[in-house]
């Protein structure tokens, strides 16, 4: 099939538009060879005929839309102008892609927005990783270069162009800031550090706001960044080009100078910037030509403070900082002096003497004003050997002084950059590759083009003709390497335009002739042109304007051009008079001097960046601008071309800065002329298409047929039949190849395969149906009528069954009659006798009840009324004898009492003792006998009681017997008594009627009563509730909001503890770098042990009560306005007294807050820092504790004002009895405090009379009391002890120890020299094993079970120390406090606790961060599941990269490995005994971890968007899950922080379709940004045929519902994987230690402690 046969009805094609460049069309009817017009149907619905004379002349085809927003331009079927420049509007507009690929070119448009893809995270996310595995970005292109860097060991270069606003200055920013993170990760060291910090200097001082951007770099930069043999940043160094130096003296319209200026006059306020006199911008000539002082957003003042740090930095003191400032403000000061002519006809010059601008710039470059007066009017000339001075005209003396500014502008920039190359360059090793970057302007056109726009154009020129080849050279590469039978591919050749520049007799050549004669001038170099490059032999890149003889056109590749020839000459002569530059170099500033002294021997250009010497450097001020930019191109040009190069095209979407705006008529301008679409036509010239013999019977197996095993030989086979034509595919080694157009050819085959494929199959699938319902109906027909006899059947046999069943029931019905009314009749007939009886039964029995009842009531009633009386008499005699008797107790008890009182009674009862004794003894006797005569008398009574039984007995028995032969006679009781008897009856039947309903109406008043008060109490109870609810609310939204403040300031307190950590151990870095030094040059240092033990900076108390909080650094650091007073021109005293006072100030407030003095160092300024960073930690230590105290008293607050408000909640009832019961309390405290005084006294009182001590009180230097169960440590054995347990500890024998044994030695050590007395011996134990401890953390920094082992040893022994320290132990009576004050040290332990568990952390996480991306998403969990998806379009891509596939089998990461160093972890934390508190915020910060890093990978790469990814995905975390369950870890949060990447499957694998399917969408990712869910959908590929492309309108309508909903999550797109939780160590006594219960083992060999 040809590529015409395409050009069907429906297909889209691309017609030119004058507005939108491209606009697309379907086609109305098929397109047939030799018709002379196509219908079209435009994209706004209207109808259009396209003219078409030739088959050359039809439109192009638009791509499949499986196609659509490729992250490839080559990957593309058609190639073309209209398909690239949908593509990046697709990629631009729709899924915010500014990075898209061209082969090797990466295409980055200008967003004009601050996106969130450059973090630290994404940096991570792209490093290790192949270029065709991410998403197209920056850091991509910067890994490639890295790791073929790495890999090949040679060099590399990263070519940034593109117009001036397009982003290559940022671009070049992100690349250097990339490599720095990757490359100075592992050194430590500062070179990447002075990298990064020379960007804020060259933008300051090299950059300028255009009409097109507002940092446009005026130079360009190569910047040459070298790697060690490890893959570290050593070095760097830059070379620039061509600096736009007029752009000094003249700006124009709504343009600036170079920011520098402005930042200066910004920041005139200053101290120490008022020596300078400088004022604002619009007072300065070189500042206020353009109109446009100040660029929105921006802050010079800020500027000119990062520029200051960047040059600390780098090495540059403030004195040399100070010195250019002087020399930039000179500048501007040149430019205000005023200049006059004079004379008859104004052929002369002159200043005034009292020219302040002269003076103020002569003061500060440190010159002869007089001199500089003069010389700036006159000039001196040689005629004849004898010198003459000529004054010369206003004008010339203008540009003269304008010369000079650009000249000391250009010496000054020259010196900055020579300056930040030592900066950079370091001693300590050769780089061995270095990776250049190359920011370097692109191809430019204005309105008026002068002589720099010629020479950027010129470079463009180079840079394209190299690209190109570049380019060609790697498609030559790829067909030799299939071993292709191919022609040679045409490319455009700018050849002949470089010759035209730099040829012989070209146009440089013929403008530095023109530089050289005497009378030399534009219009003659033009003239010359003319002649040479026209009128001789016309070149066809040179043409003449029509209107002008004073231009020339040059047809550029990029453009064609036209440049006006006025000042050519002088822009490329450069000329300054030679008695300016002495009177400079006379000048008494150190700085200006050593400019211009320089000059004769090195260059005035930094482009090379070399010193010449010989007689060329004699002469070296003669060269021309061009000559030295034509040598310094050519430079370049050999250094790209001995390295690998790496292409970075910037574009500009539009000229008004508007974010993500797309003009396609400069976008296509841009591509034009930058080389993309030379590359595409390059690439299409030769066979675009590539296909490996997999991937091409994978997606094109319907057309081959055949087993898989012989994939090679079916293509072979097929394709000829497939496609007529041999010249429009080619077989390679590994590869099929295809020319343009060939692909979507194959599709269409495919697509009619497919559709006959389905046509058949819907044949064979409704013929079976068919025969289906046919089987169906006749079964259904022979079911019905089966159904229909049987139901026949049933309704005759039922109809005979119902015959026979009425007779049985008639028969049946007749007899029940009978029988009933036989039944009734003799039931009525016994009722009747029932009755009858039983009424004459009972009337008898109510005669007798009623009589014995009328006997029973008169005897009951008789007994009630005697027991009353007698009661009532009972009662009133006790109560009489009660009162007597009260009576007199109460004189008895008078009596008594005065009794007691007096003394004299006792005295009597003394006396009277013996008589009463007696008295009492004689009582006994007769009571005696007078018991023993009252025996006798009961014995007598008792037995006549006895007898008198006996016969009474006897009587009852008679009686009885009596009875029973004879019963007595009934009562007679009249009528009348029974009358009066029925109505007592009634009358107290009624009586107890009323009551009885009187009590029913009672009760149910109390029953309402009741109900009303349980309505009342549950509406009290329930606003009670209500209000309780609110106070617990609002109490715990307080506290929730303290909480989460306390947990942000642990998270930065902890923050601070693990920079000061990367801080100290850079420090010890430094130290023996410097310890090597000194070795090396004869010098001795001490011992480092001895140079380490000071360095501990937690070991110093809080700050002093008097230091301010708000102003930690006010009353001893001087302000920031005193230091920069210091400067260069203050004599020397006046400096050294100065800097001697910042360290007498800083001394002083390290004395102030107790911080440990840092050891002398080699380095003032790092000592200084250092000491610094050290009393920042204190402070924000103390401000910590602050706030803690600050939010208990707040706590304590809201809960008594929880209390006031359920006090008054309650009702008056309520709060009066509360106030009662309030005041019982208090009187009963204060009663029982009575007591308790009374109790002490008297303790104290039996104390002092049993054991006789002078004092109750212990005085403070009494001996502590006696413990036993210690150890004792002499003071000669602490440094064996710390050693023993702590330093000299093995690995092995440690694991074998029981947790936490080391330090309970330590703390048994420590408690016994505190109980002795000695408390110096105490803390220095403390203190060492401190030290100790740190130092074997920092030994054991990649060891698991060592690193858990010490941070359970530093948990313990700070909560031994804490536990028994005074405050703790007030709070129990069972514990003995320490006297020794150890709080400096437990201090001190805490955070060692949290270095231990952060490193601890670290180890795992460094092992996890390398494995997590290959084992939670690349590797195949569930087996066969994503086999059938094949990467085509990256395994194009990667085809020409280079990079070899990534391992995959036995030695690829799986989820084991994963669960392997999680299971070692957690293995090593409970062989410690480690809280589960703790472990779950271990797995927490790991879990979190794991998810940042893969979802980071899942929001990068297009090969992960897949709904069999997602299904692995999903999987692989289940199993996580599972892990974490098992061993109880899911209540810490480690499970709820994978929910991102559990919610990112879930949405890989959903419909992605309908409307419900975008609702399903936003209601299950709620922990997803909305950012990241259309990331993922717009990343979503399809791996199979069965699949299909998120659509746009799908993706907008997500947006729509996530604007919409309610879905509040942050906006940011990648998570911070470096994010760590604040740790919170749980509050847990420990149990108490013991010496007895220690089992030490005697590999330790600690037996010289004793136990006490």
């Known amino acids: 099939m040809a590529t015409l046969e395409l050009y069907t009805k429906g297909e889209t094609v691309w017609v030119p538009d004058p507005d939108a460049v491209w606009v697309s069309a379907q086609l109305l009817q098929d397109y047939t060879p030799g018709e002379k017009r196509l219908l079209l149907q435009l994209s706004n619905g209207d109808t259009a005929h396209f003219p078409v004379d030739s088959p050359s002349d039809l439109p192009p085809l638009g791509n499949p839309d499986i196609l659509e927003g490729e992250n490839d331009l080559t990957a593309l079927s058609f190639l073309h102008e209209p398909a690239v420049l949908h593509n990046l509007r697709v990629r631009f507009l729709d899924y915010s892609s500014i990075y898209t690929y061209c082969g090797i070119v990466l295409v980055a448009i200008n967003p004009y927005d601050q996106l969130p893809i450059y973090g630290e995270e994404v940096i991570d996310a792209y490093s290790g990783q192949d270029m065709t595995d991410m998403e197209p970005h920056i850091f991509s292109v910067a890994e490639e270069a890295y790791r073929t860097m790495t890999r090949e060991e040679r060099n590399q270069s990263i070519i940034i162009s593109g117009e001036s606003g397009s982003g290559k200055t940022v671009s070049a920013k992100f690349t250097m800031r990339y490599f720095a993170v990757v490359g100075g990760a592992s050194q430590q060291t500062s070179v990447e550090e002075r990298v990064l910090a020379s960007n804020p200097i060259m933008e300051s001082i090299g950059n300028a706001k255009t009409t097109r951007n507002d940092n446009s770099s005026r130079f360009g930069k190569y910047i040459e960044i070298g790697f060690g043999g490890k893959g570290g940043i050593i070095s760097a160094n830059m070379r620039t080009y061509l600096l736009e130096k007029s752009r000094v003296v003249f700006q124009a319209s709504a343009e600036r100078n170079y920011h520098i200026f402005y ?70 000061h040149l430019g205000n002096v005023n200049i006059q002519a004079s004379g008859r006809s104004s052929d002369r010059s002159y200043i005034e003497a009292d020219d302040r601008s002269l003076a103020i710039f002569s003061k500060l470059l440190g010159v002869e004003g007089s001199q500089m007066a003069h010389w700036l009017c006159h000039r001196r000339l040689a005629v004849g050997g004898e010198m003459l001075v000529k004054p010369v005209p206003g004008q010339q003396a203008l540009e003269a002084r304008d010369a000079l500014a650009k000249h000391i502008y250009g010496q000054l920039f020259t010196w900055t950059v020579q300056r930040l190359n030592s900066a950079l360059r370091t001693q300590r090793e050769q780089a061995k590759t270095f990776i250049g970057v190359l920011d370097i302007y692109g191809f430019e056109t204005f309105e008026r083009n002068s002589f720099e726009q010629f020479c950027i154009n010129y470079a463009n020129e180079k840079l394209q003709q190299q690209f190109n080849r570049h380019v060609f050279h790697l498609e030559q590469e790829e067909y030799m390497r299939e071993e292709l039978a191919w022609s040679r ?66 047809l550029h590749f990029a453009d064609t051009v036209q440049y006006e020839c006025e000042s050519f000459l002088d822009k490329n002569r450069d000329t300054v008079f030679e008695e300016l530059i002495n009177i400079l170099k006379a000048s008494q500033s150190e700085l200006v001097a050593e400019l211009f002294q320089q000059r004769e021997t090195s260059s005035q250009s930094v482009t090379n960046g070399s010193v010449r010497s010989g007689k060329r450097a004699a002469r070296e001020h003669k060269l021309t601008v061009g000559f030295q930019f034509r040598q310094s191109l050519q430079m370049l040009m050999d250094t790209l071309n001995s390295t690998t190069p790496h292409y970075v095209r910037c574009i500009k979407p539009n000229d ?135 139901t026949l059947a049933r309704r005759l046999a039922q109809t005979r069954r119902y015959t026979k069943a009425v007779l049985v029931i008639q028969k049946t019905y007749r007899m029940v009659v009978v029988r009933q009314m036989f039944l009734t009749i003799r039931q009525a007939t016994l009722t009747i006798q029932a009755f009858t009886r039983g009424t004459l039964a009972r009337r008898t029995y109510r005669q007798l009840v009623v009589e014995q009842a009328a006997v029973l009531l008169q005897a009951r009633a008789r007994g009630w009324l005697a027991r009353r009386a007698y009661r009532r008499v009972r009662a009133a005699v006790v109560f009489m004898q009660c009162c007597v008797r009260r009576r007199a107790a109460r004189r008895e008890l008078l009596k008594l009492k005065t009794e007691a009182r007096s003394v004299e009674k006792y005295r009597e009862l003394n006396k009277g003792m013996e008589v009463k004794l007696i008295q009492l003894q004689l009582r006994a006797d007769q009571e005696a006998r007078e018991s023993a005569a009252l025996r006798e008398t009961l014995n007598a009574e008792r037995d006549a009681a006895g007898a008198e039984l006996v016969a009474l007995r006897s009587i009852v028995q008679k009686l009885e017997s009596q009875k029973l032969e004879k019963p007595p006679p009934p009562p007679v009781i009249s009528e009348k008594e029974v009358e009066e008897r029925r109505r007592a009856e009634e009358k107290a039947a009624q009586e107890i009627l009323q009551l009885t309903q009187e009590l029913r109406e009672l009760q149910k008043e109390k029953d309402n009563v009741t109900c009303e008060k349980e309505d009342l109490s549950a509406r009290l109870h329930e606003q009670e509730e209500t209000q309780e609810e609110c106070v617990q609310q609002a109490v715990f939204k307080a506290s929730t909001a303290l909480r989460a403040e306390l947990d942000d300031e642990k998270e930065k307190y902890q923050g601070l503890l693990r920079e000061f950590s990367r801080l100290e151990q850079r420090y010890d870095n430094l130290r023996e770098m410097s310890l090597l030094t000194e070795r090396t040059k004869g010098h001795r240092r001490t011992d480092s042990t001895q140079s380490l033990e000071p360095l501990s900076p937690s070991f110093s108390p809080s700050f002093s009560p008097s230091f301010s909080p708000l102003s930690p650094f006010q009353p001893s650091l001087p302000s920031p306005d005193e230091v920069r007073r210091i400067s260069v021109t203050s004599p020397p005293l006046e400096r050294s007294l100065s800097v001697r006072s910042s360290d007498t100030t800083l001394d002083q407030l390290m004395e102030k807050m107790d911080v440990a003095k840092a050891v002398k160092m080699s380095g003032e300024d790092l000592e200084h820092a250092y000491d610094a960073v050290r009393v920042a930690n204190k402070f924000l230590e103390s401000q910590l504790r602050k706030q803690q105290s600050q939010t208990e008293e707040e706590l304590e607050a809201l809960r008594l004002q929880l209390r006031q408000a359920i006090s008054c909640s309650s009702s008056s009832a309520q709060t009066q009895e509360l106030q009662e019961m309030l005041v019982a309390r208090e009187c009963e405290c204060v009663r029982l405090r009575r007591e308790l005084k009374e109790l002490r006294n008297t303790t104290s009182l039996r104390r002092l009379l049993t054991q006789g001590f002078p004092s109750p009180s212990r005085s403070p230097h009494v001996k502590p009391a006696a413990v036993t169960g210690l150890l004792e440590c002499r003071k000669t054995d602490k440094n064996r002890l710390i050693k023993a347990i702590i330093s000299d500890i093995r690995a092995d024998s440690a694991l074998s120890l ?117 084992a939670l998403l690349e590797s195949e969990t569930i087996a066969g599941l994503s086999g059938s998806a094949v990467k085509a379009a990256a395994s194009r891509k990667g085809a020409g990269a280079g990079s070899g596939p990534r391992p995959v089998g036995g030695d690829a990461p799986t989820m084991a490995s994963v669960l392997r160093e999680l299971g070692s972890l957690h293995a090593a934390m409970t062989r410690q005994a480690l809280p589960q508190s703790l472990t779950e915020q271990a797995f927490h910060q790991l879990t979190y971890l794991i998810c940042a890093c893969a979802f980071n990978n899942v929001l990068l790469r297009k090969d ?67 950012k990241q869910i259309v990331k993922i959908l717009s990343l979503y590929t399809p791996n199979s045929d069965l699949d299909e492309r998120v659509t746009l309108n799908f993706i907008r309508t997500v947006q729509g519902l996530l604007n919409d909903g309610s879905h509040s999550q942050p906006l940011q797109l990648m998570m911070d994987h470096r994010r760590a939780f604040p740790v919170t160590f749980p509050s847990s006594p420990p149990p108490v230690v013991s010496a007895d219960e220690l089992a030490v083992p005697d590999s330790l060999k600690i037996s010289f402690l004793r136990r006490v």
């Open 263 to 332: 930042q200066l006059c910004a920041s005139k306020d200053l101290p120490e910037m008022r020596s300078l006199k400088l004022d604002a911008p619009e007072r300065f000539r070189y500042t206020n030509q353009g109109g446009q002082m100040q660029i929105p957003g921006t802050d010079d003042s800020a500027d000119l403070e990062r520029t200051r740090n960047a040059f600390t930095i780098l090495g540059v003191q403030s004195d040399q900082q100070m010195e250019l400032f002087r020399i930039l403000s000179a500048v501007l």
């Open 489 to 554: 591919i045409e490319f455009s050749d700018n050849q002949q335009c470089i010759n035209l520049i730099e040829g012989q007799l070209g146009m440089f050549d013929l403008l530095d002739e023109e530089c050289r004669m005497p009378k030399g001038s534009d219009e003659s170099w033009v003239r010359k042109l003319y002649d040479q490059h026209l009128n001789s032999k016309a070149h066809p890149h040179f043409r003449k304007p029509r209107m002008s003889n004073s231009a020339f056109i040059v």
């Open 656 to 790: 008004l800065k508007e974010p993500f705006m797309f003009d396609p008529k400069r976008t296509v301008q841009q591509l034009r002329a930058c080389g993309v679409l030379e590359t595409i036509r390059i690439s299409a010239a030769g066979y675009p298409s590539r296909w490996t013999y997999e991937e091409f019977f994978s997606r094109y197996r319907v057309l081959l047929g055949g087993p898989q095993e012989q994939t090679q030989d079916l293509c072979r086979r097929a394709l000829p039949q497939l496609i007529p034509d041999p010249d429009q595919y080619c077989f390679g080694k590994t590869k099929v190849f295809f020319r343009a157009g060939q692909v979507a050819v194959l599709e269409r085959l495919r697509a009619d395969r497919l559709r006959v494929a389905a046509v058949i199959i819907q044949s064979q699938v409704k013929g079976w149906l068919a025969r289906i319902r046919y089987s169906r109906i006749c079964w259904a027909a022979v079911t019905i009528q089966r159904y229909s006899r049987g």
């Open 1298 to 1414: 029981p947790p936490g044994l080391p330090a309970s030695v330590l703390f048994l050590c420590v408690r016994q020299a505190d109980c002795s007395g000695d408390q110096a011996h105490a803390r220095s134990i403390c203190s060492a094993a401190v030290t100790a401890m740190k130092a074997a953390l920092k030994k054991h920094t990649n060891d698991v079970d060592m690193s858990a082992l010490w941070l359970k040893n530093v948990c313990l022994l700070h909560d031994l120390l804490n536990q028994h320290s005074p405050k703790q132990a007030l709070c129990s009576d069972e514990l003995v406090p320490l006297t020794t004050d150890l709080s400096d040290l437990v201090r001190a332990l805490s955070d060692l606790c949290i270095q231990a568990y952060q490193q601890l952390l670290s180890i795992t996480g460094t092992v996890l961060h390398s494995i997590i991306v290959a």
């Open 1504 to 1570: 992960m968007c897949c709904c069999s990814r997602g299904m692995q995905i999903r999987f692989n975390v289940s199993l996580l899950e599972e892990w974490l369950r098992s061993r109880g870890l899911q209540g810490g949060g480690a499970v709820a922080s994978l929910e991102p990447l559990i919610q990112a499957a879930q949405l890989l694998q959903v419909g992605k379709k309908t409307k419900a399917d975008a609702e399903a969408v936003v209601r299950t990712c709620t922990a997803l940004s909305s």
